[in-house]
């Protein structure tokens, strides 16, 4: 008894023309794919998960996330760096040391300070002690949070899935953020509530519990998609069924990573 399924167009039936058995060839129209294929049917429990595949392809949704530094900005310290050394008495390499120093428990200030345990003004004191430096607040936040680039490789993408749910996921500092909040790649594509920020929510990537908060974000039944710089990030997300994607905007182009990897964008509404 031959069955249908309103997802896919109507099978045709036919006998192969060149076989002297009467095997039963199908042509089935896929409308996602434009593709028009010949299978060849043998009994029909063969055929059907065929069907269900073919539909799942050609229908495929996606949701995104996107961390922010070398993904959708790019980022120099260096840059912070140079202007600092003018209100310290040590060179750029031992001023870098002295902020960046691990703890003894092997933990670091800027971690304590990303995961909102400490507030600016409490990171900043603690700096200018550890660095001697002899600025005030204000001097210091304005130089620390000027080292970003906008990333234009990634602008048209974001472009062409503007209507597809996607959300921001970073680990990054308040002091920072007052910058980054007016970078066009964040303020043109996401909203205040599509935004994860690690001193907001006390969890800092590679942490799967802040993947998880994500997750619940998104809307179910689509496969996520997720972009960060760092492997261990990527790595923490595919635990827990996020496919993730190591992309470095200062050495990848996110379209042919996109491609390499099987994502097709134009599936859930990309155009281009």
């Known amino acids: 008894m031959r069955r249908s399924n309103s997802s896919i167009s109507r099978f045709r039936k036919s006998k192969n023309p060149k076989s002297s058995d009467s095997s039963i060839y199908y042509g089935c129209f896929c409308p996602g794919r434009r593709i028009f294929e010949i299978i060849r049917i043998v009994p029909y429990h063969v055929i059907n998960p065929v069907r269900k595949l073919t539909y799942k392809i050609a229908h495929m949704e996606y949701s995104y996330i996107f961390?922010?530094?070398?993904?959708?900005?790019?980022?120099?310290?260096?840059r912070a760096l140079e202007r600092l050394v003018r209100f310290a008495p040590h060179e750029k390499d031992e001023l870098g040391q002295r902020i960046f120093a691990m703890d003894a428990d092997g933990g670091s200030l800027s971690e304590e300070y990303e995961k909102g345990r400490i507030s600016s003004e409490e990171y900043f004191r603690e700096i200018k002690k550890r660095a001697d430096l002899d600025l005030d607040y204000e001097r210091f936040a304005e130089i620390w949070a000027d080292i970003f680039t906008e990333n234009e490789n990634v602008t048209g993408f974001?472009?062409?899935?503007?209507?597809?749910?996607?959300?921001?996921?970073?680990?990054?500092?308040?002091?920072?953020?007052?910058?980054?909040?007016?970078?066009?790649n964040i303020k043109n594509f996401f909203g205040a509530d599509e935004i994860i920020k690690s001193y907001?929510?006390?969890?800092?990537?590679?942490?799967?519990?802040i993947f998880e908060l994500a997750k619940k974000i998104l809307p179910a039944g689509r496969e996520i998609i997720y972009f960060d710089d760092m492997e261990e990030n990527v790595k923490a997300a595919k635990e827990v069924g996020i496919r993730g994607i190591k992309y470095d905007c200062r050495y990848d182009d996110i379209d042919r990573l996109v491609e390499e990897h099987g994502v097709k964008p134009w599936l859930s509404g990309r155009q281009g």
């Open 200 to 209: 907001e929510v006390g969890l800092k990537k590679p942490d799967i519990r």
């Open 67 to 78: 961390d922010i530094g070398r993904v959708l900005v790019d980022f120099d310290f260096d």
């Open 158 to 184: 974001l472009e062409s899935i503007k209507d597809q749910p996607k959300i921001i996921l970073s680990n990054t500092c308040s002091m920072h953020w007052d910058r980054l909040g007016g970078c066009g």
